[in-house]
């Protein structure tokens, strides 16, 4: 299974700071490797098939076997630096999960229960006896799950297995926000104003935030990832808060408590990464840039940041150490601060875990963090000194989601990935996932389909591979965020690094509409789609060189047509010779060039000597395309001059009226239903809460009305688009 795990590696110096241009690459029998590389470089860790043993001492003996308490993507991440390291591993499974990626990566393989998290991948019981009944000698927990719970830490080590991750105590005291807050205090940490304590109730919760002042943020002591966590600018929204953030604590967290701050307005979320051991070094290795975010969620990151200067960095790293080292803290973890506009920083917490977005530190320093956990969970020291680590390049993340983002930036979607293809073959592009073509999305796990990282010589050079890379990224079968992405990184804002964490609600207020084409851009998708018309036409008159129809062979190499896009229709005039193209489209006539293979997933389209790679992803007869184009997927409608005269009397259908259903926006399962067959209910009032990758949302009514019908309970599982509730 390792032939699936291809990334690119980043060239990067040992000890100096200079950038130094990445590595040249060269494919060879199927594998990635360095040509040309100086002696004086080294590789950060990739997830290659060429991962080799590189920055591995193999005469220090570390453990035998390691097990992965984890799924998915972070699973395979840990296991290739495990079988880097000689390391032999053990991946634990749901039922569901039993043909996934890392478990057939994994040396053995253990299932401890059914899907539902609390009964498979939270199951102590039954991770404790895969880890007796394997012999392995550590766990590795990756993120989320069990991988901050000091019961389980605590566990392990009555048994005499090794946590890789910090100490109990480092997990307590950095696991919960408030102790954590006042041990930064201590350390002389800088701190956002806000109540301490454990918020009791709503009336309290609202006493609380008039004092501190609105906007406040309401967030879960022991979350993380987002959930648990609520913006109110209201006494009203507090009591909505208290109420979603403790409900959605207790489901993720197991631990309904919560706390309440200051919300800052327009901040940056900047994350300083550090390194600890058991011998009282610690290090920060640089920083993060995770401000795009939706929902208190991040979706792209970059490392390093364009904002910190080298003195606000220093001192962002020096705190996050004194506060590593107030506790004690041996292994990795991340330091995340909120930045206002004039560079003041303010702890906001520390995960006592490996981040998710921790390739692009990798990149851009050439450590391997999960190696360095292994060493010091072992009892090592720690191989570098703070001035041994460099900013070499930059290193754009991309989180992408099985999401649908034109609803509220990404709600779930689930469903069969029925084809897969990662843009691996573009230079300077690592994939972290854990999923291949038949693996399935479903409710019961996060939505994440991989992390697209790409590394550059600078941050114009990593962002334009990211574009690429987006643009040849093959997900069928399932939503996906894509055309968010791809908008986000081009965006005008974004590229001068012109950011907050309210980035997304200030870029698209009425919500993400997809890519907005401009004049040539229109042109060159209708010429497009013109061609791919065409070909198909052409490829349907004749099948293995033989007419499929007694026909006379027509000469006609000259189409006009009708294409309509969204609600506008336009003409078109098509000519062809061979495989190039002709089209006079939008009063501009483009020559386009290309394979014209329908049958491949991508197509590379010369127009006019600019090269686009688009997906059609789907065509129906009559000419009913969706054409993936700078990544926004558009249904086009091509028709001959003939068919479109005719379609003039085909009837149109009637829009249905959705002012008197409530209908699923995602799937999920119904945790609450607040009204009943004969109650009145006013435009906006809460009718039911769907909870869907264990966030809670809030459905509320289209129009003031009289319920008619309730077509669920609580407990229902729904799908996409299941009718919840009717009004009359």
Not at 64 to 70: E, M, P, S, W
Not at 277 to 301: F, M, P, T, Y
Not at 607 to 621: F, H, K, Y
Request: proline share 4%; aromatic share 6%.
């Amino acid at each position: 299974m390792a032939g699936l795990w291809v990334g690119a590696v980043a060239l990067v110096a040992a000890g100096g700071r200079g950038r130094r241009p990445p590595p040249q690459w060269m494919r060879s029998a199927g594998l990635w490797t360095l040509k040309h590389v100086p002696s004086y470089s080294r590789q950060c860790l990739v997830l290659s098939r060429s991962l080799g043993s590189g920055g591995c001492d193999p005469n220090e003996k570390t453990f035998d076997k390691i097990l992965i308490a984890n799924r998915g993507e972070i699973a395979c991440r840990v296991i290739k630096t495990c079988k880097k390291m000689g390391i032999k591993t053990v991946a634990i499974h749901s039922d569901v999960d039993a043909s996934s990626v890392h478990v057939k990566m994994a040396d053995e393989a253990v299932c401890v229960g059914p899907a539902p998290t609390s009964k498979s991948y939270l199951n102590m019981d039954a991770i404790m006896e895969a880890i007796k009944k394997t012999r392995a000698q550590a766990v590795h927990p990756g993120y989320g799950f069990l991988s901050e719970n000091k019961d389980f830490a605590k566990r392990l080590a009555a048994e005499d297995v090794i946590f890789i991750g910090p100490d109990t105590h480092a997990i307590q005291a950095m696991g919960d926000k408030i102790e954590s807050k006042l041990l930064a205090k201590q350390a002389k940490v800088n701190t956002i104003p806000g109540f301490d304590g454990v918020v009791k109730d709503a009336d309290e919760a609202v006493r609380i935030a008039k004092e501190i002042g609105y906007p406040v943020m309401i967030k879960a002591s022991a979350g993380g990832g987002g959930k648990g966590m609520r913006i109110a600018w209201n006494d009203e929204e507090t009591r909505d808060g208290f109420r979603f953030s403790s409900q959605e604590a207790a489901s993720s967290f197991g631990d309904d408590r919560l706390l309440i701050e200051k919300f800052i307005d327009n901040p940056r979320h900047i994350e300083i990464q550090v390194l600890g051991d058991k011998h009282g070094n610690a290090l920060w290795i640089n920083e993060r840039e995770c401000s795009i975010q939706r929902r208190n969620q991040k979706v792209v990151e970059e490392a390093p940041s364009t904002f910190l200067d080298p003195k606000t960095r220093r001192a962002m790293g020096e705190q996050a150490v004194a506060l590593a080292k107030a506790v004690k803290y041996s292994s990795a973890g991340t330091v995340e601060f909120l930045v206002d506009s004039r560079k003041n920083f303010y702890f906001l917490e520390m995960n006592t875990r490996l981040q998710v977005e921790h390739p692009v530190t990798e990149c851009i320093t050439g450590l391997d963090i999960v190696q360095e956990m292994i060493r010091v969970a072992k009892g090592y020291p720690l191989r570098h000194k703070q001035a041994d680590i460099p900013i070499n390049g930059w290193a754009i993340e991309c989180r992408v989601y099985a999401e649908d983002p034109y609803k509220s930036f990404g709600l779930p979607s689930i469903g069969r990935l029925s084809q897969y293809e990662e843009p691996i073959h573009l230079p300077g592009v690592r994939v972290d996932s854990g999923i291949q073509p038949g693996s399935e999305i479903s409710i019961y796990y996060d939505p994440m389909i991989s992390k697209l990282v790409t590394y550059g010589s600078d941050r114009t050079e990593a962002l334009k591979r990211m574009e690429d890379a987006l643009d040849n990224y093959v997900i069928r079968g399932v939503t996906h965020n894509i055309a968010l992405l791809r908008e986000v990184i081009i965006n005008s804002r974004f590229v001068k690094g012109d950011i907050t964490t309210k980035f997304l609600s200030e870029v698209y207020p009425d919500g993400f509409k997809g890519h907005i084409l401009s004049k040539s851009e229109k042109n060159q998708l209708l010429a497009i789609a013109s061609s791919l018309f065409v070909v198909s036409q052409l490829r349907a008159r004749n099948f293995h060189q033989h007419s499929r129809v007694p026909v006379v062979k027509s000469d006609i190499n000259t189409w006009e047509l009708c294409i309509k896009l969204r609600d506008e229709q336009h003409a078109a005039l098509a000519s062809n010779s061979g495989s190039t193209f002709c089209v006079e489209v939008g009063g501009s006539k483009l020559k386009l060039t290309s394979m014209w293979n329908l049958a491949l997933p991508l197509l590379s389209v010369s127009v006019d000597g600019t090269q686009r790679t688009v997906q059609c992803l789907s065509r129906e007869a009559g000419g009913r395309m969706s054409i993936q184009f700078l990544g926004t997927v558009y249904k086009v409608h091509v028709f001959t001059k003939l068919a479109a005269e005719l379609n003039k009397f085909m009837p149109e259908k009637v829009t249905e009226d959705t002012s008197s259903t409530l209908r699923s926006p995602m799937p999920g399962v119904v945790v609450a239903i607040s009204v009943k067959p004969g109650d009145m209910v006013a435009e906006g009032q809460e009718i039911c809460v769907i909870e869907a990758m264990k966030m809670q949302n809030s459905m509320t009514a289209g129009k003031t009305g009289k319920v008619k019908l309730v077509h669920c309970k609580t407990g229902d599982t729904v799908g996409e688009g299941d009718l919840l509730v009717e009004l009359e």
